[in-house]
Each structure stands twice: as structure tokens, then as C-alpha cells.
């Protein structure tokens, strides 16, 4: 079987990409190296340099491949520049987006999208389910919720097969200490190091956090999935900020006392993503415990040094 994977020099997507290759997927990334490394990419995938927006590139290699399945991960994921340069984060996240779709239509590949948690803004109740109103805090919610309403039309009108995993925090080997879930890379590279993290508000905010080959099960379970579907991917289990820094030097086996600041305007105090959907219909169920993912992220980090 034939799948791409766009975004597949990044975190999640270099992840995902070794596992393909490990099942025996015949894989092809495609990426334009903006945040990803190619350092992580799978030697056995074949590499594609090139941005999604590039439509003539986009089709020919999709002539060339002519994918069974798209796994669709690149994307501009920085909150702060979706605010400071919406119009970059839009024609990546949604321009780049529907030229990928286009394509998924013509090829007639199964499409699977990587959506966000930030879709549904401030959680009106928790554990938030797919059903939760969508109302975005940011642009970069916007721009992620938006082509999942060009993925269900497609479906609608030209009958393309999708799925859409909105993620809750995702942590783990290789991510950037920035981006959404960069918080943990953060500390524990700041704790590895001796320095002081930094902490906005008291410590008590609570978020659930998802280790990345949880998340790779899950876009292998979306492959196999019969229907049409758009699913939470979270353990459904919350951790303070503290309970976090805790762990993290448990685990070091240091004692750093994070810095506490101001409170930044548009945090959220609380969330978690509900995964019953995901856990019925997709077959899939986080095996990762915090420990054992902190674990692993942690040795990666200090490997890397
Ligand atoms: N990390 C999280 O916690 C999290 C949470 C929810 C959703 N997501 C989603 O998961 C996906 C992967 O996120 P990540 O954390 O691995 O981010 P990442 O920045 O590590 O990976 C994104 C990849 O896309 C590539 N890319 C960016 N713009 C491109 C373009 N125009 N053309 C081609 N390639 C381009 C980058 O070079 C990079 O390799 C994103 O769609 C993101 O919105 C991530």
C-alpha cells in the first residue's frame, strides 16, 4: 500500500513515518524542511522537498505516487504566528490544505487529517467530546477546523473517504520546544540543563497530555477505519502543570524550582479531550501512561545534548 505523508520531517510526522515503514507501508514524504529536520526522516521514505502550496510540484508527485492513503501533517502549528501573520498561517493550513484535498479527490486516496484540540476554544464542559460547540481562541484554530469542513463537503459531494483526529497535547522524541505541546520538551530541557522553567499562573492548570505513538496507533487505526469519522486523540486524563514539573524532575532525578509568572491572557485553565468515540469506533486506546512517555521523551532529550 501507497501512502504519503506531508509534514513527515517533523515531530509527529517522523514518528508516524517510521512506524509506516516498519509495517510495511512503501512511504513518501513530502515536506518543505520550515521546522521539520531531515535528519529525521526515515532513510528508507522517499523524499519529496516541496511546499504543499506549490501546486504544480504537489501534482506531480502525486502522478508519480498515486497514493492509496494521505496522511496530512504539515502545517504551520505556532499559535503566536497564526495571531502576528494570519495570512501565512491560513495559506499553509487551509490553502495548503484544499490543495491536498483537490488531490485525495482525484487520486481517490483515503485522507487523514491532523486536526487540534484548539478547534473547540474555552471548554464549555469537560472532557470535551467531538460534539463540543467550535468556537477557536485563535487563528491557528481557524485555520485547522477550517478544512475539515472542506474534507466532509468532499466527502459530501465527491465522496472522498477521511479521517480527522483532533489532538489534544502531543509530547514525545524530536518535538521543537515550541509549537502547541512543546511544554514538556520545554522543561525537560530546562531540567536537563539546570535552568529555571517558567510557569504562567500558579501552577494548577490542568491539560492532557498525549504521547506521540499513541498518536501514530491512532492515524494507523484511522487507516483502517470502515467510516467516515472525525475523533478526539487524548488519554482523557488531566496533569497539572506542577504534577508535571514534579514528574519531570522525579524522573531526572533533580529538584529545580520552576520561576511562576503572570497569567497570559487566553490560557485556559483546564482541558481534556473525551476519546470514547475514538475508542469505539477506531479500535485504538492510548497504551502510554505520563510516566513511561516522560520516560522515553526524557532519555531521548538527554541523548541529544
Ligand atoms: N504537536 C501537537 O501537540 C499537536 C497538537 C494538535 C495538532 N497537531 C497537528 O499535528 C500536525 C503535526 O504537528 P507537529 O507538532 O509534528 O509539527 P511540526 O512543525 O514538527 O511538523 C510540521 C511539518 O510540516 C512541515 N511543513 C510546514 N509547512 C509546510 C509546507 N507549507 N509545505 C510542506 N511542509 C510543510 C514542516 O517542515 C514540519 O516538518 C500539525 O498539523 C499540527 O497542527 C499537533
Given at each position: 500500500m501507497k501512502v504519503i505523508v506531508t509534514g513527515g520531517c517533523g515531530f509527529i510526522g517522523s514518528n508516524l513515518v517510521d512506524r509506516l515503514i516498519k509495517e510495511g507501508f512503501e512511504t513518501y514524504v513530502i515536506d518543505n524542511l520550515s521546522t521539520g529536520k531531515i535528519e529525521f526522516l526515515n532513510p528508507i521514505a522517499k523524499f519529496y522537498q516541496s511546499d504543499i502550496l506549490?501546486?504544480?510540484?504537489?501534482k506531480?508527485?502525486?502522478?508519480?505516487?498515486?497514493?492509496?492513503?494521505?496522511?496530512?501533517?504539515?502545517?504551520?502549528?505556532?499559535?503566536?504566528?497564526?495571531?502576528?501573520?494570519?495570512?501565512?498561517?491560513?495559506?499553509i493550513n487551509i490553502l495548503g490544505s484544499i490543495n491536498l484535498i483537490e488531490l485525495c479527490k482525484t487520486y481517490k486516496s483515503k485522507l487523514i487529517y491532523s486536526s487540534s484540540a484548539a478547534v473547540y476554544g474555552t471548554p464549555l464542559y469537560l472532557p470535551v467530546c467531538e460534539q463540543h460547540l467550535i468556537q477557536p481562541l485563535s487563528n491557528y484554530g481557524i485555520s485547522k477546523v477550517t478544512p475539515e469542513l472542506y474534507i466532509r463537503c468532499y466527502a459530501?459531494?465527491?465522496?472522498?473517504?477521511?479521517?480527522?483526529?483532533?489532538?489534544?497535547?502531543?509530547?514525545?522524541?524530536?518535538?521543537?520546544?515550541?509549537?502547541?505541546?512543546?511544554?514538556?520538551?520545554?522543561?525537560i530541557?530546562?531540567?536537563?540543563?539546570?535552568?529555571?522553567?517558567?510557569?504562567f499562573g500558579d501552577g494548577q492548570q490542568t491539560r492532557d497530555f498525549i504521547y506521540v505513538e499513541d498518536v501514530v496507533s491512532a492515524n494507523l487505526s484511522a487507516l483502517k477505519a470502515e467510516k467516515n469519522g472525525t475523533y478526539n486523540i487524548s488519554t482523557n486524563k488531566r496533569i497539572s502543570i506542577n504534577e508535571l514539573i514534579k514528574k519531570i524532575n522525579c524522573i531526572l532525578n533533580k529538584n529545580i524550582v520552576p520561576a511562576y509568572k503572570q497569567e497570559r491572557i487566553g490560557d485556559i485553565d483546564h482541558s481534556c479531550l473525551d476519546n470514547q468515540l475514538a475508542k469505539m469506533e477506531l479500535n485504538w486506546q492510548?497504551?502510554?501512561?505520563?510516566?513511561?512517555?516522560?520516560?522515553?521523551?526524557?532519555?531521548?532529550?538527554?541523548?541529544?545534548?
Amino acid at each position: 500500500m501507497k501512502v504519503i505523508v506531508t509534514g513527515g520531517c517533523g515531530f509527529i510526522g517522523s514518528n508516524l513515518v517510521d512506524r509506516l515503514i516498519k509495517e510495511g507501508f512503501e512511504t513518501y514524504v513530502i515536506d518543505n524542511l520550515s521546522t521539520g529536520k531531515i535528519e529525521f526522516l526515515n532513510p528508507i521514505a522517499k523524499f519529496y522537498q516541496s511546499d504543499i502550496l506549490d501546486v504544480q510540484k504537489m501534482k506531480s508527485i502525486f502522478e508519480d505516487v498515486k497514493p492509496n492513503a494521505v496522511f496530512h501533517l504539515a502545517a504551520q502549528i505556532d499559535v503566536q504566528t497564526s495571531i502576528h501573520n494570519p495570512d501565512l498561517d491560513a495559506q499553509i493550513n487551509i490553502l495548503g490544505s484544499i490543495n491536498l484535498i483537490e488531490l485525495c479527490k482525484t487520486y481517490k486516496s483515503k485522507l487523514i487529517y491532523s486536526s487540534s484540540a484548539a478547534v473547540y476554544g474555552t471548554p464549555l464542559y469537560l472532557p470535551v467530546c467531538e460534539q463540543h460547540l467550535i468556537q477557536p481562541l485563535s487563528n491557528y484554530g481557524i485555520s485547522k477546523v477550517t478544512p475539515e469542513l472542506y474534507i466532509r463537503c468532499y466527502a459530501r459531494l465527491y465522496n472522498v473517504k477521511f479521517t480527522i483526529l483532533r489532538y489534544s497535547n502531543v509530547y514525545g522524541p524530536r518535538q521543537m520546544p515550541k509549537g502547541e505541546g512543546g511544554v514538556i520538551s520545554i522543561f525537560i530541557n530546562k531540567i536537563i540543563n539546570d535552568e529555571t522553567p517558567a510557569i504562567f499562573g500558579d501552577g494548577q492548570q490542568t491539560r492532557d497530555f498525549i504521547y506521540v505513538e499513541d498518536v501514530v496507533s491512532a492515524n494507523l487505526s484511522a487507516l483502517k477505519a470502515e467510516k467516515n469519522g472525525t475523533y478526539n486523540i487524548s488519554t482523557n486524563k488531566r496533569i497539572s502543570i506542577n504534577e508535571l514539573i514534579k514528574k519531570i524532575n522525579c524522573i531526572l532525578n533533580k529538584n529545580i524550582v520552576p520561576a511562576y509568572k503572570q497569567e497570559r491572557i487566553g490560557d485556559i485553565d483546564h482541558s481534556c479531550l473525551d476519546n470514547q468515540l475514538a475508542k469505539m469506533e477506531l479500535n485504538w486506546q492510548p497504551k502510554y501512561s505520563i510516566i513511561e512517555g516522560i520516560t522515553k521523551t526524557c532519555q531521548f532529550n538527554e541523548n541529544i545534548q
